[in-house]
């Protein structure tokens, strides 16, 4: 479990002060995962001291970008976020911390793991649905966090201040901003070429933390890679830009930030002069042009990544990166997405809410029946203000069976209080190449989920509370997924699914195998089931998935198939799976167990298609005995 990762992997190449060394070696012994927890299992305290301190003075950097130290101590606190696990952790570093009261490493550790613990008294949901209790402890646990790293031992370290920085961002109070500044330019004066602090402070300034708008974020990153100077500087500014593409849309990314490819690519340009093979660089620029949509130029880095062997794998990128069409996917998402800039300063007063909708219409200027947005609230806080004194953005998916070689897109935004109206039109066109590969995508009928049936454990999957998988033999059925029905937390596993861009008004299938050891009768209480969010622009939800057929419904020990099939709204590009059980009030959790297996997520063209796959699952998936 982690708050925070950065660029993870170990290659063989190092960047060292910014330069690359193609006869230097990564130390992989030193900082291979399995040894460091190994050595940790072991309790050879001594010796990993004795890594941390090297990293320390070498200030040793990997190829991929990121800080040896930085992966040092990301393999040192991994985790699987279950409370057994981060305890027994918590016990270890303390262990470490009495036998060697000098060392800053227990310290930085114990703060990155009470953070991981705080956010696991938190929990997943929006903030309002937080209660007082697990607030509470959420503050209790970040504030042992803070007490670990705030002290003349612990700020030897660097990722020290990685996490003062964070602490201060995940629970604000007074002067956030003034707060982290300070810790900031204090770590830079001991090395200002640790650069995950400036990436932590750049997500201090994002709205949803303590920024007043993006531009602020922009203008700490351009700042700061200023005071830096240099080579130096430029690496800086590359490598923060290119972490906060993580939070936003890429398609739409360089535009949202105000940064002009131009300008960007001259920043790249002038690395390579001076260090032509720097293997992070090339993959940030492959990467940039695409977002950029520069193809000629992305095909250009991608043919000499291909010659020098020179594809970064970390999941920073790509899972697939070399492979993958990420560029191209780019293309067609610019293509079937309608941005609109609107000026609402004439028909809102600052009180109340408007409403949004959108028509396609075809080149006659025809409105297309059953292809239009239904309409939607819009709330000062989703206008947000800090972006623009009177602009609003929004943005329309085209369906893809729309995509022909033009459409109009209208863009209607009224105030119901006095009946004003903006409407805003535009038309696209579309080539028969991009028409072509989207109708090509080969995806339909194929399980998106992955590991769906706990082949490779819980990889792949998020887990929140107890849970884990078990062997059963009962119905054949190998591994499965389990959550507990514990007193201080609703257990639960999640997984993110892109949707591919066809299937946008396609239909969803969502299925799985479920048992319980117990339930509770005439009520939904201790019912395993699936649900989940169709979701947009990273985590912004349009509908819930959700309904009676997807939830367990016969006596305990059973093996059940539960099944839905769900409309996917055309601005949907992700899909949020929950396996989970249902709760009710005054029901004490009595820690039973929920089990899951075979899970689907599949999309089809059409309802028949989706009914015949359900039916046929069914089939295989009779209803059984558990023991």
């Known amino acids: 479990m982690r708050i925070f990762i950065m660029w993870l992997g170990i290659v063989g190449f190092v960047l060292l002060n910014g ?23 072991e309790e050879q305290f001594e010796k990993l001291d004795k890594i941390a301190e090297e990293l320390r003075k070498s200030r040793k950097m990997l190829i991929n970008g990121s800080s040896a130290l930085s992966i040092f101590y990301n393999e040192l606190t991994d985790n699987n976020g279950s409370e057994q696990e981060i305890v027994s952790l918590i016990n270890l570093y303390e262990k470490w911390k009495k036998a060697y009261p000098d060392s800053p490493t227990p310290l930085v550790a114990l703060s990155i793991i009470y953070t991981d613990y705080a956010y696991m008294a938190r929990g997943s949901g929006w903030a309002g649905e937080v209660t007082d209790k697990q607030w509470e402890l959420f503050y209790m646990r970040m504030n042992k966090a803070d007490e670990y790293v705030n002290n003349t031992i612990a700020e030897r370290d660097m990722r020290s201040y990685v996490e003062k920085i964070k602490i201060i961002k995940l629970i604000g109070k007074n002067n956030a901003k003034i707060r982290a500044y300070a810790i900031l330019d204090k770590g830079i004066a001991i090395d200002p070429d640790y650069h995950s602090m400036y990436f932590t402070m750049a997500e201090l300034f994002m709205e949803r933390w303590h920024g007043d708008n993006r531009y602020e974020m922009i203008d700490f990153i351009d700042e700061y890679s200023a005071r830096r100077k240099g080579l130096e500087g430029t690496i800086l500014y590359i490598k923060m830009l290119l972490h906060m593409t993580f939070y936003y849309e890429p398609f739409n990314y360089l535009n949202r930030m105000n940064v002009s490819w131009s300008s960007l690519e001259q920043k790249l340009k002038s690395v390579l002069n001076e260090q032509p093979e720097n293997i992070f660089i090339l993959n940030a620029y492959w990467y940039f042009a695409g977002i950029a949509l520069d193809l000629e130029r992305a095909e250009e880095l991608g043919r000499k990544l291909d010659k020098i062997n020179g594809w970064l794998t970390d999941i920073w990128w790509d899972k697939d990166h070399k492979t993958s069409n990420k560029i191209k996917d780019l293309v067609n998402k610019r293509n079937q997405v309608a941005i609109f800039t609107l000026n609402i300063i004439d028909i809102w007063d600052y009180r109340g809410d408007l409403v949004a909708y959108y028509e396609f219409l075809d080149v006659d200027g025809n409105k297309i029946i059953g292809a239009s947005g239904k309409k939607e609230t819009i709330s000062s806080s989703d206008i947000n203000l800090k972006y623009s004194a009177d602009k609003i953005v929004r943005y329309v998916r085209i369906p893809n069976n729309l995509l022909g070689d033009k459409i109009i897109v209208k863009y209607i935004l009224e105030n119901p209080t006095n009946g004003q109206k903006i409407e805003t039109v535009k038309i696209f066109s579309f080539t028969g190449q991009a028409l072509g590969e989207a109708k090509d995508a080969g995806f339909w009928n194929t399980n998106l989920l992955k590991n769906p049936s706990a082949e490779n454990g819980v990889k792949n999957w998020k887990l929140w509370g107890e849970g884990g998988t078990i062997k059963t033999e009962a119905v054949d059925r190998g591994n499965v997924f389990y959550t507990m029905d514990t007193l ?3 257990s639960h ?34 019912r395993p089931l699936l649900q989940g969010y169709f ?58 167990r929920f089990y899951y297996d075979d899970l689907e997520l599949r999309v089809f063209k059409t309802f028949q298609e989706a009914e015949e796959f359900i039916n046929e699952y069914k089939k295989q998936h009779p209803q059984e005995l558990k023991d």
Not at 493 to 520: K, N
Not at 552 to 571: E, L, M, N, V
């Open 19 to 41: 330069c690359i060394s193609p006869t230097a070696v990564a130390p992989a012994e030193e900082l291979a995962k399995e040894t460091i927890q190994e050595l940790l299992k």
């Open 535 to 592: 979701m947009y622009q990273w985590n912004k939800i349009i509908s819930n998935v959700s309904g009676k057929s997807i939830m367990y419904d016969c006596p305990a020990k059973y093996w059940q198939s539960r099944w839905g099939i769900f409309k996917i709204p055309a601005q949907a590009d992700t899909v949020r799976l929950f396996i989970d059980h249902a709760s009710v009030k005054g029901v004490i959790p009595n820690n039973s």
């Open 493 to 526: 596993f999640y997984q993110d699914i892109i949707l591919p861009l066809d299937a946008a008004d396609a239909y969803m299938v969502v299925a799985g195998y479920l048992s319980a050891d117990e339930v509770v009768a005439d009520s939904i209480a201790n």
């Open 488 to 490: 201080d937390k609703k």
